[in-house]
């Protein structure tokens, strides 16, 4: 940044205009922050969560990041989970995100963050399905939802444009009127005709790529043989699967230290046991292809959700806006800029 700092507020609109549809590009720039995570080169400090003792369910999270290489960003974004709006008919999810400057630390831009959250997760499951399907050399032919809010509909649209082709789809939620609603969306929007489960073990014993999209705060998946023909499980939620079903499978994360704290089902199994010994690895692992992937057992992505991969999305839906024309500056957001002289008055005096 040089010269007089300006600052950009970045619509949810505007940040579908930019990565709506463009669901490969925006996995390429999850790939290059992973790659970039993996080589040391971002900083991805604790996340803080802001709870509420009147309201246990709810949360708001702050997720600071810095990325290095080319994206070269500071930032922080800044994230609510109420799962009592889905009742009123609103997103469980709503988010903000702060662009920072790195030679001078000045914000530089403000942005709707619920999208760029949700196709961040998506390009990630994206991501981790097509490199571990590679590795384990099985191509998934039937999928499985279970949850089915916004991040699945995304996770759906994500597989679709990696390539994925499913001979059946199913779909499990607690809340019928939920799943029926998902089923509507697949037929509508792909012409999918998807299945609807009334248990999750129907549905994960029916799938070979089973997504977990949940409000779960502590397991619900507890017996191991649910999965003994050998699903890839990409586990969003975090905290749906017992310690017996995290130590019966082949796990990778994508950043082990982030993932295994905050009561998630990896960090359960570590309690239970005492080490990490049975985490394998992580997906800049898998993408550098030193993981042996096993074809005969269950693996399982569990994926804590880097504060890196916001930032570069956002560095992207922002560089595009810029290179357009597009992007929205506030002026006079910066009101006082001088070091030891008083700034101008209202009015133009002084």
């Known amino acids: 940044m040089t010269g007089t700092p300006t600052f950009a507020v970045i619509t949810g609109t505007e940040v579908h205009r930019v990565i709506g549809g463009r669901e490969n590009e925006v996995v390429d720039v999850v790939e290059t922050a992973y790659r970039l995570h993996g080589a040391g080169r ?3 400090p604790d996340s803080y969560f802001l709870r509420f003792p009147d309201r246990p369910s709810a949360r708001i999270i702050a997720l600071p990041a810095s990325v290095g290489g080319d994206t070269d960003v500071h930032g922080i974004k800044w994230i609510s989970s109420f799962p009592e709006n889905v009742a009123a008919g609103l997103p469980r999810a709503s988010a903000v995100l702060i662009l920072n400057d790195t030679t001078t630390g000045y914000p530089f831009a403000c942005l709707e ?5 949700a196709a961040r997760t998506a390009a990630s499951a994206a991501l981790a399905a097509t490199t571990l399907s590679r590795a384990r050399r099985v191509r998934p032919r039937r999928l499985g939802f279970v949850g089915t809010g916004l991040i699945a509909r995304y996770v759906h649209d994500y597989l679709a444009a990696a390539g994925f082709d499913f001979e059946a789809v199913g779909v499990h939620d607690l809340s019928e009127e939920h799943a029926n609603g998902f089923r509507s969306y697949l037929r509508e929007s792909s012409g999918t005709a998807a299945e609807v489960h009334d248990s999750a073990e129907k549905l994960i014993r029916s799938s070979d790529l089973v997504v977990f999209a ?3 705060g502590e397991p619900h ?3 191991p043989e649910w999965f003994a023909h050998a699903p890839l499980v990409l586990h969003l939620s975090l905290r749906d699967l017992s310690e017996d079903v995290v130590l019966g499978a082949y796990n990778v994360v994508d950043d082990i230290d982030h993932c295994l704290k905050a ?3 990896p960090h359960l199994a570590e309690q239970s046991v005492g080490h990490r010994d049975f985490v394998a690895g992580t997906l800049f692992d898998a993408l550098e292809g030193t993981l042996d992937v096993p074809a005969g057992r269950p693996v399982v992505f569990s994926p804590f959700g880097l504060g890196v991969l916001d930032l570069a999305v956002a560095r992207h839906v922002h560089d595009r806006l810029a290179a357009s024309g597009d992007l929205a500056e ?6 006082d800029l001088h070091r030891h002289q008083a700034p101008p008055r209202p009015g133009g005096a002084g």
């Open 221 to 223: 998946v507890t017996d």
């Open 330 to 335: 506030v002026p006079g957001f910066f009101h």
């Open 42 to 44: 971002t900083v991805n």
């Open 113 to 117: 963050s619920s999208i760029i959250s």
């Open 214 to 216: 949940t409000v779960a």
């Open 263 to 265: 009561g998630t089902s």
